[in-house]
């Protein structure tokens, strides 16, 4: 049976695309291996800096499918890996294709090269979504093609650059996201909204940006912590937006050691960090529509709540959704 190439991309960017907002300061990707009949072997992606990229924790999976091999499962580091594959794929892969949306990166860092280990294990057909932007890690799909690979470019190119751009926006400048949980019916107050689940992926999101953007008057109802404690991380710096800043300083955030507080009545701030998260609702929503660049929404199904979004006029373009316990989390961009 053979299935449109497309099919085993979609199934790579589904993947990446749950650890969007994890992986900073490195790109969100995600790979898929693909046996000689079209049966799927492996899906993975890039979870978090400093762990093996997407195609090596794909071919680590499809390496245990294919061999039943258990020794390499406890392996972690990407070197480890590496070095474990080359030593023992036997001419395994000779037959499978491989899908990233990113092109496999050239460079020896804190991971060895992609590119190289994918020629060393004469992988002949590679599809790739997007080029490498980085001029210290492209160069990927040059080393594949001179090894011999069939190297296909630009499959679903777009959507691949919608799951790059992060990286892009923060590797130049700045990358900022609005994230909210509302109602089924676009409620955001009254106590909590979102699942465990959910609150548990933003506190990793928050882990890992360096400014949280929080209004005014959210803190002084809510008397947030904002920091990352449901997976023991670390707590970002926090912009309050606010024209006042009168503030009861026994407010939790204000009590985080190594963390800086900004009380601002604008944005300006922004120009000093990279990775920037925004939580609010449909105040903060009007306020910052000039410097965000993408949307996350979670959803939950439940009704409740008193306000929320109900006097907002916008439409948006889905880039990605999926569904965390019983609530859809949404990547989106404004439709301008």
């Known amino acids: 049976m053979v299935i449109d190439s497309s099919f085993f991309m979609n199934l790579a960017l589904d993947e990446a695309w749950k650890y969007q ?192 953007v929080i209004g005014g008057n959210t803190v002084r109802v809510d008397r947030p912590t904002l920091d990352a404690r449901l997976v023991d991380g670390k707590a970002p710096d926090v912009l309050i937006i606010s024209r006042s800043k009168e503030f009861d300083r026994s407010i939790p955030l204000f009590d985080v050691k190594g963390r800086e507080v900004f009380i601002e009545n604008d944005f300006s701030i922004l120009e000093s960090y990279k990775n920037i998260m925004i939580e609010g609702s449909s105040k903060m929503f009007e306020l910052s529509l000039d410097v965000v660049d993408y949307y996350l929404c979670f959803v939950a199904p439940k009704f409740g709540g008193s306000s929320g979004f109900e006097n907002t006029d916008e439409n948006f373009e889905i880039l990605n959704l999926r569904q965390v316990d019983q609530d859809i989390i949404l990547w989106m961009k404004r439709e301008v």
């Open 21 to 212: 907002g994890l992986t900073y300061p490195n790109p969100a990707v995600g790979c898929c291996i693909v046996g000689k009949n079209s049966e799927l072997l492996a899906v993975n992606a890039h979870k978090k800096a400093g762990t093996p990229h997407a195609e090596v924790m794909a071919l680590k999976d499809a390496y245990y499918k294919l061999t039943n091999d258990s020794s390499i499962i406890s392996l972690s580091s990407s070197a480890d890996i590496h070095e474990f594959l080359l030593k023992n794929h036997n001419t395994i892969f000779t037959d499978v294709s491989l899908y990233t949306t990113l092109e496999p990166c050239s460079h020896v860092g804190k991971t060895p090269s992609c590119a190289s280990l994918i020629s060393s294990l004469g992988i002949k057909n590679i599809y790739v979504g997007s080029n490498d932007s980085n001029k210290e890690a492209s160069g990927g799909n040059e080393i594949l093609k001179s090894s011999g690979s069939n190297v296909v470019p630009s499959l679903l190119e777009n959507d691949s650059n919608a799951l790059l751009e992060p990286f892009n926006m923060w590797s130049k400048r700045r990358f900022v996201f609005f994230k909210w949980a509302q109602r089924l019916n676009a409620t955001t107050d009254d106590g909590i909204i979102s699942s465990k689940s959910s609150r548990t992926l933003t506190h990793a999101m928050r882990d890992v940006c360096d400014l949280l």
